[in-house]
T-cell receptor
Framework: AQSVTQLGSHVSVSEGALVLLRCNYS??????LFWYVQYPNQGLQLLLK??????LVKGINGFEAEFKKSETSFHLTKPSAHMSDAAEYFC???????????????FGTGTQLKVEL | EPEVTQTPSHQVTQMGQEVILRCVPI?????FYWYRQILGQKVEFLVS????????KSEIFDDQFSVERPDGSNFTLKIRSTKLEDSAMYFC????????????FGPGTRLTVL
């Protein structure tokens, strides 16, 4: 079975500060990993994804994440937080490589990012 | 830019009633999904659908749930007899044919069972 752990259900940063949201995964096959963002009363929007190739992945709105197989991690970072980044962030892993897997996503519990002036 | 749409945005129903949640996936997508998110909890997989049949379902997706693609554009989730614990946000998602293709999510339907 696959699983995702997001450390820190709430993270608060100052505007302009580094954003670091942590994600660790468990998968029996090479993982496809995703970060989604959910703004209040909206659906899930893809920030970035890792499938194969370069382990440092760049996404929208200045976010990036690095796949580290040895640490089973896929942490999300942004050098300088903006007020508009306040939202909930979900890390997810796909079961694409599992026999019978239909590419369903297994999500972490989410991290609520607060950006303060 | 193509997007997944869902209707209604909010559905209130009485316990025991049937509800149908509707989704219009992105037009050239072939794989369709329903997920749900109970308030304050994580997003959970319910069911995946491909080639007019269910390809996978979770333990949550019991006999009270069904899915259908009635007309080649809509994708529906039916709950036959709603329970209080079915109250949640229900998300539809779709993706293209490639194994690495992104799942695109709709804005969700908030279901409230009274």
């Amino acid at each position: 079975a696959q699983s995702v752990t997001q450390l820190g259900s709430h993270v608060s940063v100052s505007e302009g500060a580094l954003v670091l949201l942590r994600c660790n995964y468990s998968s029996s096959v090479p993982p496809y990993l995703f970060w989604y963002v959910q703004y209040p009363n909206q659906g899930l929007q893809l920030l970035l994804k890792y499938t194969t190739g370069a382990t440092l992945v760049k996404g929208i709105n200045g976010f990036e994440a690095e796949f580290k197989k040895s640490e089973t991690s896929f942490h999300l970072t942004k050098p300088s937080a903006h007020m508009s980044d306040a939202a909930e962030y979900f890390c997810a892993v796909s079961d694409w490589g599992l026999t019978g897997g239909g590419n369903k996503l297994t999500f972490g519990t989410g991290t609520q990012l607060k950006v303060e002036l | 830019e193509p997007e997944v749409t869902q209707t209604p945005s909010h559905q209130v129903t009485q316990m025991g009633q049937e509800v149908i949640l509707r989704c219009v996936p992105i037009s050239n997508h072939l794989y369709f999904y329903w997920y749900r998110q109970i308030l304050g909890q994580k997003v959970e997989f319910l069911v995946s659908f491909y080639n007019n049949e269910i390809s996978e379902k979770s333990e949550i997706f019991d006999d009270q749930f069904s899915v259908e693609r009635p007309d080649g554009s809509n994708f529906t989730l039916k709950i036959r007899s709603t329970k209080l614990e079915d109250s949640a946000m229900y998300f539809c998602a779709s993706r293209g044919q490639g194994v690495a293709d992104t799942q695109y999510f709709g804005p969700g339907t908030r279901l409230t069972v009274l």
